[in-house]
């Protein structure tokens, strides 16, 4: 079962802020928070992922609250390329990576 | 840098005739290797993992076996199929980090 809580789907208008939320109020002190996305057809898309600090790449942000019960990715500027389903997981770091579960997802559409 | 690739990227098979799907990666070595499956309109089924050459664990019991004969190659079979194996499969690799990478999936449909 999957670890985490996201909304089934959003909107968000071309240019704005993408921000999706995800709960994962059971999280492990070694779990980390990771980011795909899946756009139609295709294999999903590693985004970024975090411990405790906030985290930046050239795709997104990753803002993860202070107890690490919660989290919000940011799309700083939403693009109509960006409507995907996007997957928040929780996981610990092992050699194995039997635990990597991923549940449905967010379903964001960007919209012209 | 890394690659991964998949073939055949779409594959329709008769119901008890067998199946064979291969994943290779290049670019890295001793890689973790994963198998997952899609249904339509649903999350990721991790299906087996492998991380070594010769070794797979498998997460569900099914009608699918995996083998990973060389260090990048992983590959997924099933002597006959089912309807309920029509899916899109998807392999992924990962280092000892964190992230896995997938590849560009294959899609079954078994009629």
């Known amino acids: 079962d999957a670890k985490t809580t996201q909304p089934?789907?959003?909107?968000?208008?071309?240019?704005?802020?993408a921000n999706l939320p995800c709960n994962h109020s059971t999280i492990s002190g070694n779990e980390y928070v990771y980011w795909?996305?899946?756009?139609?057809?295709q294999g999903p898309q590693y985004i970024i992922h975090g411990l405790k600090n906030n985290e930046t790449n050239e795709m997104a942000s990753l803002i993860i609250?202070?107890?690490?019960?919660?989290?919000?990715?940011?799309?700083p500027h939403a693009t109509l390329r960006?409507?995907?389903?996007?997957?928040?997981?929780?996981?610990?770091?092992?050699?194995?990576?039997?635990?990597?579960?991923?549940?449905?997802g967010t379903r964001l559409s960007v919209l012209p | 840098s890394q690659t991964i690739h998949q073939w055949p990227a779409t594959l329709v098979q008769p119901v008890g005739s067998p199946l064979s799907l291969e994943c290779t990666v290049e670019g890295t070595s001793n890689p973790n290797l994963y198998w997952y499956r899609q249904a339509a309109g649903r999350g990721l089924q991790l299906l087996f993992y492998s991380v070594g050459i010769g070794q797979i664990s498998s997460e569900v019991?099914?009608?699918l076996s995996a083998s990973r004969?060389?260090?990048?190659?992983?590959?997924?079979?099933?002597?006959?199929l089912l309807l309920s194996d029509s899916g899109f499969y998807l392999c992924a690799w990962s280092l000892q980090d964190y992230e896995q990478y997938f590849g560009p999936g294959t899609r079954l449909t078994v009629t």
């Open chain 2, 69 to 80: 004969p060389q260090d990048r190659q992983f590959i997924l079979s099933s002597k006959k």
């Open chain 1, 8 to 17: 089934p789907s959003m909107d968000c208008a071309e240019g704005r802020a």
């Open chain 1, 36 to 41: 795909y996305r899946q756009i139609h057809s």
């Open chain 1, 82 to 104: 960006d409507t995907a389903v996007y997957y928040c997981i929780v996981r610990a770091p092992d050699n194995y990576g039997q635990n990597f579960v991923f549940g449905p």
């Open chain 2, 61 to 63: 019991p099914q009608n």
């Open chain 1, 65 to 75: 609250t202070e107890d690490r019960k919660s989290s919000t990715l940011i799309l």
